[in-house]
């Protein structure tokens, strides 16, 4: 669904070497309902287990960018904000209305 990436700096050398970080976020089905779930990634290397963000969501939350999401962060035509609506139903009675919450992460450079 959506990657998020960025450096890891192990020293203040800014010629050091840098470890790319990632986080995924994806929905996987649970019934007629579906899981947000989290996997983080060490230079490639999946680390730690999958955590589930969110249950119960109604619908697979589509992300957006203000601009295309594919673009790379902080260039030109890049986003600088992701936004990731979620829509959550009661787990006690799927006819309620759901509960609709924005999850949003900004870009940060220093």
């Known amino acids: 669904m959506i990657s998020l990436a960025w450096s890891r ?5 800014s010629l050091a ?6 986080v995924s ?7 007629q309902v579906y899981d947000l779930i989290r996997v983080r990634c060490d230079a490639g290397v999946m680390h730690g287990p ?3 963000v969110a249950s119960n969501l109604k ?14 962060p902080g260039s030109a035509g890049g986003p600088n904000y ?8 009661d787990p006690d009675d799927k006819n309620s209305s ?12 220093s």
């Open 82 to 89: 992701v936004d990731l609506p979620l829509s959550v139903m």
């Open 59 to 72: 619908a697979v939350p589509v992300p957006s960018c203000g601009v295309p999401c594919t673009g790379v």
């Open 9 to 13: 700096y192990g020293s203040l050398d």
């Open 17 to 22: 070497p840098t470890t790319t970080i990632s």
């Open 25 to 31: 976020y994806y929905a996987q089905q649970d019934g």
């Open 98 to 109: 759901s509960y609709e919450i924005t999850l949003t992460g900004e870009l940060r450079q």
């Open 50 to 52: 999958r955590a589930k």
